[in-house]
T-cell receptor, first 110, second 111 residues
Framework: LAKTTQPISMDSYEGQEVNITCSHN???????ITWYQQFPSQGPRFIIQ???TKVTNEVASLFIPADRKSSTLSLPRVSLSDTAVYYC???????????FGKGTMLLVSP | DVKVTQSSRYLVKRTGEKVFLECVQD?????MFWYRQDPGLGLRLIYF???????EKGDIPEGYSVSREKKERFSLILESASTNQTSMYLC??????????FGDGTRLSIL
């Protein structure tokens, strides 16, 4: 079972780039890496998913090194509305193993 | 847009009661999940289902059961509610090889 470790909290200012790293030393061959964002009183919302190398969409980038033992979510030019908890999820296609990290509380200040 | 609907946002029940939490998804997803979320512990998987009438235990199934009689509906059952089951419960659904989509949660208080 792939266990994940993330920083408990991070602070940033508006307009900065934020990088949140998740460690998953025991990631299995079939495991994907997925990141979610959660605001208070809401369910987590999908941000990005990847298997290896780099993935980019309209809101974030995901960097995965060759050994896949960690991954980094990159948020370009954050705004106050990016203040939320960010979760790293490692799981395989068949959903036989699913592990959420405990989340990183990102606080963006003016 | 995928919609995952949980029947109640807030629920208050008494110790020993049988509690049903309902979840419905509208995207014909094969897989559905129940999590609980507690401060400092993040999300923990209780049960999941990959097909109608099929279920698999997650990390913390004790004290819970589930039912999936129809593809779009996944129910979480607390057979005899206890105070340590006071929590936020989150339902999710997802297609094979697809990310999960979450409902907005049910905040359950057991008195």
């Amino acid at each position: 079972l792939a266990k994940t470790t993330q920083p408990i909290s991070m602070d940033s200012y508006e307009g900065q780039e934020v990088n949140i790293t998740c460690s998953h030393n025991n990631i299995a061959t079939n495991d994907y890496i997925t990141w979610y964002q959660q605001f208070p009183s809401q369910g987590p919302r999908f941000i990005i998913q990847g298997y290896k190398t780099k993935v980019t969409n309209e809101v974030a980038s995901l960097f995965i090194p060759a050994d896949r033992k960690s991954s980094t979510l990159s948020l370009p030019r954050v705004s106050l509305s990016d203040t939320a908890v960010y979760y790293c999820l490692v799981g395989d296609e068949g959903y036989s193993t699913l592990t959420f990290g405990k989340g990183t509380m990102l606080l963006v200040s003016p | 847009d995928v919609k995952v609907t949980q029947s109640s946002r807030y629920l208050v029940k008494r110790t020993g009661e049988k509690v049903f939490l309902e979840c419905v998804q509208d995207m014909d997803h094969e897989n559905m999940f129940w999590y609980r979320q507690d401060p400092g512990l993040g999300l923990r998987l209780i049960y999941f289902s990959y097909d109608v009438k099929m279920k698999e235990k997650g990390d913390i199934p004790e004290g819970y059961s589930v039912s999936r009689e129809k593809k779009e509906r996944f129910s979480l059952i607390l057979e005899s509610a206890s105070t340590n089951q006071t929590s936020m419960y989150l339902c999710a659904s997802g297609g094979n090889n697809q990310p999960q989509h979450f409902g907005d949660g049910t905040r359950l208080s057991i008195l």
